[in-house]
């Protein structure tokens, strides 16, 4: 990829039922350039992992989708959510909110809690993604949230501070362009700048699967996605539905 080639072309809509949907849409209906961002105070089906709503009241979080033609072959898609994740993590290390890691396979965390989300959604041609939808979420401004497994935090809520919207969706832009270069032209640098940042990595923790509640340790994520956990001394592939973080 040509960096110097490749710029992001932002458009604001203020109510959508979601930004991915709407991209897909788009894709569908016109030869859409690479780059296009779709951003939007509110999402009335905003979509996370396994058909989960992302929570997000209106006008206080950056809700966007990205379109990109990474053309990746099929076995080694999750690199692109690699360099994503890295490009939200670089963005947060620079406020110095706190500790960031990235958690398998989709989730930003800032001190162990929810702070962004990642939904990619690809389009094949034979052995190849043709383009890849990027939806993001990412908690800004709004203070309050429902109680789930996992706490979620903003920005607001780890600085005290309001922040302006677009002057932190150009910065996200600018850190996700230089990881999504970096994919391409240093896809081994970016694979260990992963692991390192990678939730759990190493480190022994509780999760639960199909036969029940284990202690595990994450080992590494295959280029298709799939998370590596030692299991009773025994290495075990999850894909996305069959393991639980319970830690």
Known sequence: MNLSKFNFDVIHIDSVGSTNIYAQKLLGQ?????GLVLQADYQKRGKGQ??????SKPGKNLLFSIVLRPSLKIENQFL?????????KN??????????????????????????GILIENSIYG?????????????????EFQEYQRPATSLAKLSGKHSDLNKNLLSVLEQIKLAYLQMSTSPIQLNKTYLEALYGFGKPMKYEDEKGIFH????????????????EGKLKNYNLKELKFLT
């Open 91 to 116: 963005f947060l290390d620079s406020l110095s909110v706190g500790e960031v890691n990235i958690k398998w396979p989709n989730d930003l965390l800032v001190n162990g809690e929810k702070i962004a």
């Open 30 to 34: 016109e030869n859409v350039q690479e």
């Open 216 to 231: 595990g340790v994450i080992r590494g994520v295959l280029p298709n996605g799939s998370l590596q956990l030692n299991r």
């Open 127 to 143: 052995t190849r993604i043709k383009a890849s939808v990027v939806g993001i979420g990412l908690n800004v401004n709004q203070l």
């Open 80 to 88: 692109l959510s690699k360099a994503i994740s890295i490009g939200l």
């Open 50 to 55: 396994l058909e989960k709503k992302w929570e």
